[in-house]
Antibody, heavy 118, light 107 residues
Framework: EVQLVESGGDLVQPGGSLRLSCAASGFTFSDYHMDWVRQAPGKGLEWVGRSRDKGNSYTTEYAASVKGRFTISRDDSKNSVHLQMNTLKTEDTAVYYC?????????WGQGTLVTVSS | DIQMTQSPSSLSASVGDRVTITCRASQGINIKLGWFQQKPEKAPKSLIYDATTLRGGVPSKFSGSGSGTDFTLTITSLQPEDSATYYCQQYYNYPITFGQGTRLEIK
């Protein structure tokens, strides 16, 4: 059974940093691209970025709204993907989901809440 | 960026009804479109990929059609548990983009 479990969400001040993690199980992690998607309170879904699989050299893509501030990394030995978020803004407040990609997002985690507020 | 526009933004239907949600892309995306269902306080769930193919375990009451710029999600024999917000997503190119969502209420 595919499982994705996010962690690391917290309350952080504007300008601060936070690192989210997504622990995967139930599949061969290195074979899949992994995405991060966020959802601000009461709003729709916004794609954040992607970590491609080993076969694609772990390259990354980002939404313009986070490029240069957020970094996605992965550790295939630990079946995990991470989202390092720097220079956080109040508009980054959202539930952050990780997802396994197979012809679009196939499986989603339950999400972790990031609140950016002073 | 490719803009995804869903219509309607919300709709109300009765148990047993059939509804259709439309998603329009601002440029052609071939069939690189997915549909998702999200219930309150829950993570989204993938229903359809490549515009028409149901994910494993998704009931056949859900169906998708379209290619290029115009797509539809149809739900038949509505039940109370179909009450949710539905999103389309294009994965034809980066950045990946979602529609704004369609809230479906079951009367």
């Amino acid at each position: 059974e595919v499982q994705l479990v996010e962690s690391g969400g917290d309350l952080v001040q504007p300008g601060g940093s936070l690192r989210l993690s997504c622990a995967a199980s139930g599949f061969t992690f290195s074979d899949y691209h992994m995405d991060w998607v966020r959802q601000a309170p009461g709003k729709g879904l916004e794609w954040v970025g992607r970590s491609r699989d080993k076969g694609n050299s772990y390259t990354t893509e980002y939404a313009a709204s986070v490029k240069g501030r957020f970094t996605i990394s992965r550790d295939d030995s630990k079946n995990s993907v991470h989202l390092q978020m720097n220079t956080l803004k109040t508009e980054d407040t959202a539930v952050y989901y990780c997802g396994r990609v197979l012809r679009g997002l196939e499986y989603w985690g339950q999400g972790t809440l990031v609140t950016v507020s002073s | 960026d490719i803009q995804m526009t869903q219509s309607p933004s919300s709709l109300s239907a009765s148990v047993g009804d059939r509804v259709t949600i439309t998603c329009r892309a601002s440029q052609g995306i071939n069939i690189k479109l997915g549909w998702f269902q999200q219930k309150p306080e829950k993570a989204p769930k993938s229903l359809i990929y490549d515009a028409t193919t149901l994910r494993g375990g998704v009931p056949s009451k859900f169906s998708g059609s379209g290619s290029g710029t115009d797509f539809t999600l149809t739900i038949t024999s509505l039940q109370p548990e179909d009450s949710a917000t539905y999103y389309c997503q294009q994965y034809y190119n980066y950045p990946i983009t979602f529609g704004q969502g369609t809230r479906l209420e079951i009367k």
